[in-house]
């Protein structure tokens, strides 16, 4: 397997490499975590073995969160000296696959290293989604419907994104506040309504089937017809 090791300890990381490119696999170091996210983003690997704790001004939790927000599947090995319950539920939370605390033997990690690789490969993300004649391209970040190009704000594209990854679910005020504005408090504006208008505008203009719904008392809806 090609394997990127992010690991800030100059001797544990000698000792993961030496002995998992013995074991016949093709390893990258990075000895912090922004210089680690940028690889991990940026090349293609098989299995990502993290230091929980690491410099760079982003440690191993965050990130893992960036990729996995990025929708990269690829499996993740956390190593850390945080050995409580309570971090393991953090780090497994945060995307990781498996946890190995420090210190460790290494026949234990090449056993969980070969484990993960063993697993099936995760399904390659959609570059586009559709709902009726609607199509949003995650590649271009373009939006067309009916073949009619629809020109959306970056605010508006994350917005529509996020509907129609739930398409035929009511989508809460609160859904779209933490995932689309990174709020994770209610700022007592009408800022998605506002949006939710503009991009609706824009959607359904023209055309005899409005897509964006208000589920009253809910939050939003995009399905191709109305209820019946």
Do not use: C
């Not at 056993?111 to 690789?117: C, Q, T």
């Not at 709020?183 to 503009?198: E, G």
């Amino acid at each position: 397997m090609r394997i990127l090791l992010v690991e800030d300890d100059p001797e544990v990381a000698r000792f993961v490499r030496r002995g998992l490119t013995e074991a016949g696999h093709a390893v990258e170091h990075r000895d912090n975590g922004r210089d680690g996210l940028f690889a991990a983003a940026g090349e293609p690997f098989d299995l990502l073995v993290i230091d929980r704790m690491l410099p760079g001004g982003v440690d191993g939790l965050r990130l893992v969160e960036t990729l996995r927000g990025q929708e990269n599947r690829t499996p993740v090995l956390f190593l850390t000296a945080l050995s409580s319950v309570d971090e393991r539920v953090r780090g497994l939370k945060a995307g990781g696959d498996d946890y190995l605390t420090k210190p460790f033997a290494f026949a234990e990690l090449l056993a969980r290293v070969e484990a993960l690789g063993r697993r099936p490969a995760a399904e390659v993300p959609a570059t586009r989604l559709r709902v009726a004649d609607l199509e949003l391209d995650l590649l271009s970040r373009s939006v067309t419907r009916g073949g009619k190009r629809i020109d959306v704000q970056p605010r508006e594209f994350r917005l529509l994104e996020h509907l129609m990854r739930h398409a035929g679910q009511v989508v809460t005020r609160t859904m779209l506040l933490e995932k689309v504005w990174d709020y994770h408090f209610d700022p007592q504006t009408n800022v998605i309504d506002v949006h939710v208008s503009r991009l609706r505008q824009k959607l359904d203009r023209g055309f005899d089937k409005p897509l964006i719904h208000t589920i009253r008392n809910a939050g939003y809806m995009i399905r191709a017809e109305d209820a019946a």
